[in-house]
């Protein structure tokens, strides 16, 4: 079954770092873009950003609120991809959701499968 | 950045109900336009990409039509577990972006 599965969530007070883990199985996940998005509460979806697979260079792309603070890498070799989050503020309290995105020559073309994803609470 | 506006934000419906919800976008987005559906307390799901096409699994009452800026997912006989939010999300450019979602709610 093709799975990804966050950790790490959980309070963490203003300003201060965590980093969310994205576990991938039951695919080749190397060959892959993976993307985070996140969900405040009551509130809808919003693109946090993705890294894209070796073959295309392994470069990451951000929301342009959001970068400078927030950083994405992957470890191919243990199927996981990471959302660093820096100098967290209270804004930044959402569940996040780690995906696959699927990409034709590189261009991002849509999530097909979600992790459950993880609550990141940001408070004092 | 593109906009993407859904509408309406909000419908009533019966099952067995047609029910239609229209994506807008700021600009010409091809057929970069993809619908998810997301139920109470759970993470998205992908129901058409592409505009058109039905991933795998998911019944053929959804179906997603149009081009340029205006989208159209239809469910041709609503179902009690279609009760849920859909959004719409455009991957032509980033910041990828959302419409504001719409909540399918029991009549």
């Known amino acids: 079954e093709v799975q990804l599965v966050e950790s790490g969530g959980g309070l963490v007070q203003p300003g201060r770092s965590l980093r969310l883990p994205c576990a991938g199985s039951g695919f080749t996940f190397g060959n892959f873009a993976l993307s985070w998005y996140r969900q405040a509460p009551g509130k809808g979806l919003e693109w946090v950003g993705f890294?894209?697979?070796?073959?295309?260079?392994?470069?990451?792309e951000y929301a342009a609120s959001l970068e400078g603070r927030f950083s994405i890498s992957r470890d191919d070799s243990n199927s996981i991809a990471y959302l660093q989050m820096n100098s967290l503020k209270a804004e930044d309290t959402a569940v996040y959701y780690c995906?696959?995105?699927?990409?034709?020559?590189?261009?991002?073309?849509?999530?097909?499968?979600w992790g459950k994803g993880t609550t990141v609470i940001v408070s004092s | 950045d593109i906009q993407m506006t859904q509408s309406p934000s909000s419908l009533s419906a019966s099952v067995g109900d047609r029910v239609t919800i229209t994506c807008r976008a700021s600009q010409r987005i091809s057929s970069y336009l993809n619908w998810y559906q997301q139920k109470s307390g759970k993470a998205p799901e992908l129901l058409i990409y592409?505009?058109?096409s039905l991933k795998s699994g998911v019944p053929s009452r959804f179906s997603g039509s149009g081009s340029g800026t205006e989208f159209i997912l239809t469910i041709s006989s609503l179902q009690p577990e279609d009760f849920a939010t859909y959004y719409c999300q455009q991957t032509y450019s980033t910041p990828l972006t959302f419409g504001g979602g719409t909540r399918v709610e029991f009549k």
């Open positions: 890294i894209r697979s070796k073959a295309y260079g392994g470069s990451a």
């Open positions: 995906t696959r995105q699927i990409t034709i020559f590189g261009v991002a073309m849509y999530m097909d499968v």
């Open positions: 592409g505009t058109s």
